[in-house]
């Protein structure tokens, strides 16, 4: 299992850094990217479920889109792939 570490601007703490899994599954679609979600304390994304041919920088673009569409890229200054 990998993970997105991801390191962002903050009004109020300075920087932030914060994990996103990547979850690696071979009894879905090959091809699919899944969304997991946290459900308390708020509903935020915790990780993503990849078919068994997703490559990780393909995951790593559908989290930075996702980003894009909620208005939170612009506070990301980075985004690392860890094994």
Do not use: F, W
């Not at 991801?6 to 009004?11: H, T």
């Not at 068994?52 to 890229?73: F, I, P």
């Amino acid at each position: 299992m990998a993970s997105l570490l991801i390191e962002s601007n903050c009004a109020e703490h300075g920087i932030e850094r914060y994990k996103i899994k990547i979850i690696k599954k071979y009894n879905i679609n090959q091809e699919k990217i899944m969304p997991k979600y946290r459900s308390r304390p708020t509903r935020e994304l915790s990780g993503i479920v990849i078919g068994k041919s997703v490559s990780y920088e393909t995951a790593r673009d559908y989290v930075l889109q996702y980003l894009n569409e909620y208005a939170r890229l612009s506070t990301v200054m980075s985004v690392r792939i860890q094994r």
